[in-house]
């Protein structure tokens, strides 16, 4: 008596296990209606179907299979219901794709919801037609025709699964986008896709929602160049990151970064080669008067000796020169010989004294004399950033005369 007491209360608990069960295999507690998707059939009017026809098909169904197997999607994919249509319409005797025969394919698959077609080569491309069956009504939901891939894109699986996406979102009526999050190096700047503004970066950032699909992406900032159109393909559901590294444009570099088109040297040449030129320029001024002043002291030391020359011999006293030098008569005398080197050594003297005053009183402007903000050397010219810069402009001319000689130097403003 006491076990059948016990068998009594096992038995309603293994009844409520079971129903419980049910009820968590069913479609209705899932949540989601069943989707089974058939391998699309090939045809040909000329009966000669190739290899690439079929693999294209092939490509197709396993494109539209893994969308829909997409948690997010309507529908949820019925496990083992991976068939081919032609198989299926042998198997079930159908001489066509009549709804009566498809809502049992369906049904005996245990979907609710039938997606086939078929697959025909044309001279433009593929053209197919898929239909989706609500099996447990027996009616077409929805016909997505025509379809077609080109022949360039047959094999590409981009584009075989972007047209299956959109062929799948239609057919169920879901427009999911893709999300595509762009990172740049640039703070602020456009994003463009397929050369249209599609929004702005914020401290570097840009999220956008977006069907999907292949884009071509540019992004523009002021002080950056361009960047490269970089491809992205977007799918729905799923987040794109896309990194986007600018480059600064030269105009954008920093003033103290930017050389100066000047005789060669940058902005802070004046420091760095102008007082060097400037102390050689001394060198050479004070060393040439020197020469000059030790040429002059000679040139009369010498002189006073062929005065007491000529007087003893009774000649009169030449005025030293180059006409006098040049004479026979007065070349007996080895100090007039004498007198005449020093006198033309002292007019290189005055020639060198000339010269290095004027390279002292231009290298001196030009290493002490200019504020910060001037420019340097010659004429007008253009700097990398476009700015005209004035130049001053010096010659300097050595002049010889017959009694001496010196030099003149010119600075245009």
Request: with cysteine.
């Amino acid at each position: 008596m006491r076990a059948l007491s016990s068998s009594w209360r096992v038995g309603p608990i293994f009844v409520l296990a079971v129903l419980m069960l049910g009820l968590v295999s069913s479609p209705a507690f899932a949540g989601k209606p069943t989707v089974a998707v058939l391998g699309l059939e090939v045809v040909d009017p000329t009966g000669q179907i190739d290899q690439t026809t079929t693999a294209v098909a092939r490509d197709l169904t396993d494109a539209l299979r893994s969308r829909a197997k997409i948690p997010s999607g309507p529908y949820q994919f019925q496990p083992g219901s991976e068939k081919e249509l032609i198989d299926e319409k042998l198997i079930k005797n159908c001489d066509n794709e009549a709804v009566s025969c498809m809502a049992q394919i369906g049904k005996d698959l245990g979907a609710d919801f039938l997606i086939y077609g078929r697959l025909e080569k044309k001279p433009d491309g593929y053209s197919v037609l898929i239909n989706l069956l609500n099996v447990n009504k027996k009616k077409f939901e929805k016909a997505r025709s025509p379809l077609v891939i080109p022949h360039g894109s047959a094999k590409d699986p981009t584009a075989i699964g972007t047209a299956a996406g959109k062929t799948y979102n239609d057919l169920v009526g879901v427009v999911s986008n893709g999300t595509l999050v762009i990172r740049s190096n640039a703070d602020h700047g456009t994003v463009l896709l397929d050369n249209e503004p599609k929004g702005s970066l914020a401290s570097g950032t840009l999220t956008l929602s977006l069907p999907e699909g292949p884009y071509r992406l540019n992004v523009e900032a002021d002080g950056f160049e361009r960047s490269p159109e970089i491809k992205v393909t977007l799918r729905s559901g799923e987040t794109t990151n896309q990194s986007v590294q600018l480059v600064e444009t030269k105009v954008n570099k920093k003033p103290d970064e930017l050389i100066h088109t000047t005789t060669g040297t940058t902005s802070s040449s004046k420091s760095n080669i102008w007082k060097p030129m400037f102390v050689a320029s001394t060198i050479i001024a004070v060393g040439a008067g020197g020469f000059w002043g030790f040429s002059y002291y000679k040139e009369n030391s010498e002189g006073d000796k062929v005065s007491g020359e000529l007087k003893t011999a009774n000649v009169s006293h030449p005025e030293l020169g180059p006409s006098n030098c040049g004479e026979s008569k007065y070349q007996v005398s080895s100090s007039f010989k004498s007198a005449c080197s020093w006198h033309d050594r002292k007019t290189y003297g005055i020639i060198g004294t000339g010269v290095g005053v004027a390279l002292m009183a231009i290298t001196g402007y030009l290493a002490f004399g200019r504020s910060d903000h001037e420019a340097a050397p010659p004429k007008t010219t253009t700097g990398p950033i476009g700015r005209r810069v004035h130049k001053p402009t010096f010659a300097v001319t050595p002049v010889v005369q017959a009694d001496g000689g010196g030099a003149s130097f010119r600075i245009d403003w």
